[in-house]
């Protein structure tokens, strides 16, 4: 069975949508021979944003997972500023005006370039050199964010010339917060020439969406740009397993992850606003000040239920006791994100706030699973709504080509073609 090394900083007991990319697919590529080997940072000395132990449920019991320390610098500055004014993606959990708010993004994007984990580096590279002359490793994979994972990679690259694919989950300096990092010029420099040096010695680039596809393969001469592969995530098909949805007497939505300033979100505000049926909305993540600041506009606090972040078999519930999913992307993105994929696993209808030539359209028409909005023009959204309370629109989810199974086999494809 080959052997493939995995370096990834989110594994379990960290939580999140960028835990669960590797997770799962590690469950499965033995499915295709292939053994994976997990490297990974010490939670005691990790810096998570959200942690979710159900997941450690999840890690196979014959994986092999190898964890080691790493120096911290955001557990440094959680004890000096506090640990809720510890930066969250997109900044959702912060106001981005204030003084303190400020100052950690410009020490964040100016000091830790490329980003606050890289102190994680030298001990995984340490371990990565014993573990790729000890299991005669010819295949490493990096995954980011945190993107100084690939760093890992591109040393390892360079000391042993073996094949190393680069996953990017999220974009690098095109991620929707950059400007927000406060860059000085050199800072952004800087970034830019390291994003291009993984980039032009990662034998493949892996991402999940044909946007950031496109925007990779355009930062690379054109004899490079095929080796930018798409690679979209998936559901696990056994997360939906025994689950029984709790069904409530209003028409139920769900909205579950970050939810940042920048998204979107007021389209549907005004649309629940004005609806004239008996209606909930759950919202389970990490929301913005703003956003809330929004949610009041609209004179709709008192209707929404504002969860905080749940274990994964909660969300889970959630999705599919739902009469309707919501999704929602920054700045009207042209990407995806990962939970849409579970979104489209529960089978439950999604409506999508976003750019109808985007990403999350597309899969979401694939799939047969819901319908998009760029805004509420004419009230087009209060009556999509209304028409699935009343049971005049149905959707039929084709599931199937969207498994974390089938991805993982073709992640084997992939590294088999090198």
Known sequence: MKKVLIITYYWPP??????????????????????PIILTVRPESASYPVSDSSFLAEVPQNLRVIRTKSFEPLQVYSRVFGKKNVP??????????????????????????????KGWNKFAVKEANDLVQ?????????????????????ELKEKFKLNWIADFRDPWIDIYYY??????????KSDKELELKVLSFSDLVLTVCPSNQSLISAKLPSDLRAKVKLLPNGFDETDFEDIVPVKSDDFTMVYTGTMAATYHFSPLLSALSKLEIDWNLIIAGSISP????????????????????????????LLVSADLLVHVLPEYELGTSGKLFEYIGSGRPILNIGRKDGDSAFYINEAN??????????????????SLQAGKLNFDTNRKSFTRKARAKKLVELISSL
Do not use: C
Not at 18 to 35: A, C, H, I, P
Not at 134 to 154: A, C, F, Q, R, Y
Not at 305 to 313: E, S
């Open 14 to 35: 960290a939580g999140g949508a960028g835990v669960q990319r590797w997770l799962k697919m590690s469950k499965y590529l033995t499915d295709f021979n292939v053994e």
């Open 179 to 188: 400007s927000q990092l406060l860059h000085t010029a050199r800072a952004k």
């Open 134 to 154: 000890n299991e005669k490793i010819d295949t490493v994979i990096t995954t980011g964010p945190p993107h100084s994972s690939h760093l890992i990679g591109l």
């Open 369 to 386: 699973a819901g319908k998009t909005f760029m805004e509420n023009n004419n009230g087009e959204i209060e009556l999509f709504i209304e």
């Open 290 to 317: 703003e956003v809330r600041n929004q949610i009041n506009e609209h004179h709709l606090g008192n209707k929404i239920d504002f969860r905080g972040y749940l274990p994964h078999a909660e969300v889970i519930r």
């Open 88 to 117: 969250y993606s997109g900044f959702a959990n912060v106001e981005t005006d204030s003084f303190i708010s400020r100052l950690s993004r410009w020490i964040r994007g100016n000091i830790f370039i490329p980003d606050a984990r």
